[in-house]
């Protein structure tokens, strides 16, 4: 099963120098999100595909009609946090209120509920129960938040709170430790490398940035030499990539594999 999502937030939105660089420089900075969201939207209306988009609130915030256009075109829309923090390095009463800023913008402009999230950088855990007794109380029923290393359970699974289970879609990590389905590693990776790493398992969370598929990617000074350089690594390429990937893979969203998994009562339970 492979669940094609996307993380709608700008080239600038990252964890790195977030000291040094706060939100408040952003609207000063040029936009590429509504470009190159185009470029995803218009690629998965010719392969005829559906996708889940995981919206930062900001983005949502000063492009309203981007969120729009995404629900017009079919597809599903989840929260993706407001500032972008790193849940494990924010009080948890400012993870709630980040989480109903991003709720609250996205839902006036769809008109309905938003139960779907994930965190920036997939930063939450297993231990992490009072975040996700947070996500329950304000309607979050579908989370993809995880990162999973060297785990028997490599499909969605049940995560028990307080007051109701979330249905967690996790990240699979590779035998490094590192992920594979998407963003600069789906870019960096050798093709033969991802096939291996693909094969080893029949559940794939794919995941992409709207920068992934920028072939201008611009360098900045807010980011290290690294930084910049992983970034624009095989921008270029990335387009092509995932339509090779089209070409011989269902995909389906998050929405929809819920329903399959729910259906076939497929699911492990913790």
């Not at 936009?31 to 190159?36: E, H, M, T």
């Not at 029949?202 to 992409?208: A, E």
């Not at 290290?224 to 969203?253: D, I, P, W, Y």
Request: hydrophobic share 40%; with cysteine; aromatic share 14%.
């Amino acid at each position: 099963m492979n669940i094609l999502t996307f993380d709608i937030e700008d080239w600038f939105h990252t964890h790195e120098n977030r000291q040094r660089y706060s939100g408040h420089i952003w609207t000063e900075l040029p936009s590429k999100v509504i470009d190159n969201t185009r470029l995803i939207l218009d690629m998965l209306e010719r392969h005829q595909r559906k996708a889940t988009f995981f919206i930062l609130g900001w983005v949502a915030k000063y492009y309203p009609s981007l969120v729009k256009e995404i629900l017009e075109k079919g597809h599903e829309i989840g929260s993706h946090s407001f500032w972008h923090h790193n849940p494990h390095l924010i009080k948890l009463s400012d993870f709630e209120k980040d989480l109903k800023l991003s709720l609250d913008i996205l839902q006036d402009i769809a008109g309905e509920k938003v139960v779907a999230y994930r965190a920036p950088g997939f930063n939450l855990a297993l231990k992490d129960s009072e975040a996700f007794d947070i996500l329950v109380a304000n309607g979050i029923t579908i989370d993809s938040s995880i990162k999973l290393k060297n785990k028997s359970v490599n499909e969605p699974f049940f995560i028990t709170t307080k007051k109701a289970e979330i249905l967690e879609f996790p990240q699979l990590t590779g035998p490094l430790g590192l992920p594979f389905s998407g963003g600069g590693f789906f870019r960096a990776y050798p093709q033969k490398l991802l096939d291996y790493l693909y094969s080893k398992t029949d559940y794939h969370l794919l995941y992409f940035h709207p920068r992934d598929f920028d072939r201008d990617y611009p360098s900045s000074n807010l980011f290290s030499f690294h930084r910049n350089m992983m970034n624009a690594v095989n921008t270029a390429t990335c387009q092509k990539r995932l339509e090779n990937f089209f070409a011989g893979n269902k995909t389906l969203s998050i929405f929809e594999a819920a329903e399959v998994f729910e259906k076939h009562k497929n699911i492990h339970r913790g």
